[in-house]
């Protein structure tokens, strides 16, 4: 994605290190003077260790709020702007092998354009900005609730700036208060790792291709679709033969087989956070997952359903658990304005670097 | 490539057929769902849409403090096929000569299309900044009320592309891709 901003690196390290090093001594020294009794010495080390790393994850001062602030809504600005390089290599793929003087050729021209515009002018992508999807990935001892609270702010002032639109609507009154802000809104799923860094991915997910989405529950019998793999095939094929070119096509499916049928759409949303060209570790599934964007592009539907040759511009597939009474195929589509990216951060909350 | 120039008619508009591709320049007025809902729930609308085209859009638009002027930041089509029920109704009543939205649109859309001179516009989804370059001007707003991506905005436009996938002669192109593609994936299964 290239250079996207040039913080004062050498400037921060330094003030980073010194402070991390103060603070280490300090709590050395307060570690040892408790533990003097001990004898265990190293256990007054890894206690110092732990709580040093507990102060840098825990957005300690107001300084690296504001940080965090900055950092979101640059993620906000970029992932509403600019289409990651793995989707854009694929697009451009699909605009070579389209018939010339069609006009799925000519959707794809104009998508190539737009994807260039946007990123030119710094402006969304697409008007609807979707859904506003957050995967934090943080360590032990991260405060959850005081970076909802930095969320919310970074949201309103993306909204305000335009890098959002104002999406969000009280589903009883019909209210669009423009802050983007409500219950369910913006969605935020944390996961704790055990990686000493915080990483924050984001997904803007539009309601076109969210409405494509389609859950089957095996067996069906209209389909012919049994509790098998080749049940799962045929649902799947079912649900692009369905999505036609509403979805904004050539899109992407992210498919969980299992689960209930709430984790089944979460963990479907999630496959999408997989970059396009990593193999799926499993060997059936990314047989499966070949097999569905190789058929998929024999259907003729096209860009935009206008008939073509590129339908499907990748499938991603993960598989849960599932009752013995249950048998979900849950079918996220993500539409060909796929707008994702993902920060790590420093541990002063700046951007250590781009995900995508 | 066809031009299609403002003042719009009921004439040029049946001379389009499906597969093609189109510049509009001229005045548009965006509505998508809320609007659709309240002109079928029996509010008249607020303009005049005689002769006029529709858009199905939801745009960014920001209003520019001290000039209070609109600049439209982003504006590509949403999906029309939620207009269905609709659809042909603003046909039938206020007269509209073509619709733009993304999709596709059903068997009562195409019937109201054929009997009373209309087309559907095929706007490339997604596209929101081609698309929003070739708005010159907001002109007006109106519905505000319906929030800002559901109001009604009226809209210059410069060569806005679009395919004809809807004619008044009763072809669709969405048909034929849905029955084609069906037919084809028989033979996948």
Request: with cysteine; charged share 25%; net charge positive.
């Amino acid at each position: 994605m290239g250079v996207r901003q040039r913080p004062a690196k050498k400037l921060n390290k330094k003030t980073t290190k010194k402070v991390a090093k103060k603070a280490t001594k300090k709590i050395a020294k307060k570690a040892a003077k408790k533990t003097t009794k001990k004898t265990d010495k190293n256990k007054a080390l890894k206690k110092a260790i732990k709580k040093t790393a507990k102060k840098v994850v825990a957005l300690p001062g107001l300084g690296h709020e504001v940080h965090l602030f900055n950092s979101i809504v640059e993620l906000i600005r970029i992932t509403s702007a600019e289409i990651p390089n793995d989707i854009q290599k694929v697009i451009l793929e699909a605009l070579a092998a389209e018939e010339k003087n069609t006009t799925a050729e000519y959707a794809m021209n104009i998508i190539k354009a737009n994807i260039e515009l946007a990123k030119k002018k710094s402006q969304p992508i697409c008007q609807d900005t979707g859904t506003v999807l957050f995967y934090i990935s943080h360590p032990a001892n991260f405060d959850q609730i005081k970076f909802t609270k930095i969320v919310h702010k970074a949201i309103l002032a993306s909204t305000k700036k335009g890098y959002l639109r104002q999406n969000s609507v009280d589903s009883l009154t019909g209210e669009n208060p423009g802050t983007n802000l409500g219950p369910g809104h913006p969605d935020l799923h944390f996961h704790q790792h055990t990686k000493n860094t915080v990483e924050i991915k984001l997904m803007l997910k539009g309601g076109g291709c969210e409405n494509v989405g389609a859950q089957y529950s095996l067996p069906n019998n209209e389909l012919g679709a049994g509790r098998d793999l080749d049940g799962v095939r045929k649902v799947i094929l079912d649900a692009v033969q369905k999505a036609q070119g509403k979805g904004c096509g050539p899109g992407v499916l992210g498919i969980t087989i299992g689960g209930d049928r709430g984790a089944g759409y979460v963990y479907s949303k999630e496959q999408l956070l997989r970059k396009l060209d990593d193999k799926n570790s499993n060997k059936v599934l990314a047989d499966l997952e070949k097999d569905i964007v190789e058929t998929s592009n024999k259907l003729g539907i096209g860009p935009m359903g206008f008939g073509g040759k590129t339908t499907l511009l990748g499938c991603k597939i993960g598989a849960l658990n599932r009752l013995p009474a249950s048998f979900f195929v849950s079918i996220s589509y993500m539409c060909w304005a796929y707008r994702r990216q993902g920060i790590q951060l420093k541990a002063d909350n700046s951007i250590q670097k781009w995900l995508y | 490539m066809k031009r299609l120039n403002y003042p719009f008619s009921k004439e040029q508009i049946r001379e389009l057929r499906v597969g093609d591709m189109v510049l509009i320049s001229g005045k548009l007025f965006t509505g998508r769902d809320a609007v659709h809902k309240r002109l079928h729930d029996g509010t008249k609308p607020p303009v005049e849409l005689k002769n006029q085209i529709i858009y199905h859009c939801g745009p960014v638009v920001l209003q520019d403090k001290k000039t209070k002027k609109y600049e439209v930041k982003a504006a590509g089509p949403t999906t029309s096929i939620r207009e269905e029920p609709y659809q042909w109704e603003v046909m039938r009543d206020y007269g509209i000569v073509g619709v733009i939205g993304k999709g596709g649109m059903g068997p009562k859309t195409l019937e109201g299309c054929k009997q009373y001179g209309c087309v559907y516009f095929h706007a490339i989804g997604g596209a929101a900044q081609v698309l929003a370059e070739k708005i010159k001007s907001v002109d007006s707003v109106h519905w505000l009320d319906l929030g800002s991506p559901e109001a009604i905005w009226e809209l210059s436009v410069e060569e806005f592309p679009v395919v004809v996938t809807m004619d008044a002669h009763g072809g669709s192109l969405h048909s034929k891709v849905d029955a084609d593609s069906k037919a084809a994936l028989k033979n996948f299964l």
